[in-house]
């Protein structure tokens, strides 16, 4: 039997959240922040300086998306607990690269615009206070910009993508919502590249509408098959879908053309998640196939609770149902990958299916230790949000 049509029927997923979570409570606002201000601080004395190289296999730039990803957990801390030193520290970040992107601003890779995301939230905040800051933007601007004249749609080719670009897209949108025009030619743009990647890209589209998740490229689209004969839909991979949509709801106007779109989308999603959900609050690296590499996973699952949280406090997942749920996910993470010193256990390490990154255990040290907190501190902020 496929498993999406185990989702259907509303009483089996109320069914499966009573039994998953009911004895277990979600911590206190106190409790939640004080969780990620001692992940986020492990990770800011051990980068004291926000431009210093990456140096795993090889050396690149500290604007890469794995970095940005942090960024982009550290700018939603910001907006709940307003310390300045994570403005300094993102700013510092900024211009430590002079604003701009890893390949310069002629670039059309999804991964190294993702810094652009927070340098627009930057320059935004400066804005609010009277500080106009062009320079942030330039490069970032120039990029998309290039990418909505041009007639090309096919760039998103795996799904990490469009969390990496898409809010961008969204973001400069709405930077020219006083010209309506303007405005859509970013959303317009924005919602081809996607429908490209759901729909065209690996024959018929990335997307499996039947069991509403996404292979993460071509190369896992059938008759690509996991060990247990089931498709291979990577946790993290559909984390970054969920997180795509999710950024580009919050930022989209109302009215925006390709609303409803993006948000039948997170709803499939997010109800095809918790019969996947593991009996320990994660979710596996494999989602149809717990054999392949099984076991607790933190980004994957930061991403699915931040997904769920932010659905809840939008209206648009029903709190009773979920929160079991959430509360489950996340109280797993804290106590069983959050270390004493703030560092994050449980996190794969970077690649594009389950065997990469490998092995993830409770000490071990991904290659990047970076956008797994960025997951953490999504997914804990939105939580924070939480109406109790």
Known sequence: MNLSSLL????????????????????????????MRLANTYF????????????????????????????????????IDKQKSYYDY??????????????????????????GQTYIDLYLIDQAAGR?????????????DAMVRSDKIDDWNWIDALQMAMPVFAKLGTLEKERSESANAYFEKMYQIYNYSKTKHGGNGLYNSEDHLWWRDKDFVPPYKEPNGQDCYWSRGN????????????ILPKNAPHREEYEKTYLEMIRALPALQRPDGFWNASLHDPTNFGGKELSGTALFVYGMVWGINHGLL???????????????????????????????????????????????????????????LLAGTELYKLKR
Not at 92 to 101: F, I, M, S, V, Y
């Open 132 to 144: 106009t800051k062009p320079e942030r933007i330039e490069a970032i601007k120039a990029s998309i």
């Open 239 to 250: 984390g970054w879908v969920v997180a795509a949509l999710v950024r580009v709801l919050e």
């Open 8 to 35: 259907r029927p509303a009483f089996v997923l109320i069914w499966f959240t009573t039994l998953s979570g009911q004895a277990q409570k979600l911590p206190d606002k106190t409790e939640i922040l004080a969780k």
């Open 44 to 79: 800011m004395q051990a980068w004291p300086d926000p431009g210093k190289e990456i140096v795993t296999n090889k050396t690149r730039p500290s604007n890469i998306w794995t970095r940005a990803v942090y960024y982009e957990g550290l700018m939603a801390l910001y907006g």
């Open 318 to 376: 029903d709190g009773k149902t979920y929160r079991p749920i959430i509360t489950k996910a996340w109280n797993a993470m804290v106590k069983d990958a959050v270390h004493d010193n703030g560092f994050l256990g449980y996190v794969q390490g970077t690649g594009k299916e389950p065997k990469d990154g490998q092995p993830v255990t409770f000490d071990s040290k991904p290659d990047f230790e970076d956008y797994g907190l960025g997951c953490f």
């Open 90 to 115: 993102a700013v510092d970040w900024g211009e430590k690269h002079h604003w701009g992107l890893r390949s310069g601003p002629n670039t059309r890779n999804a991964d190294d615009q993702c810094c």
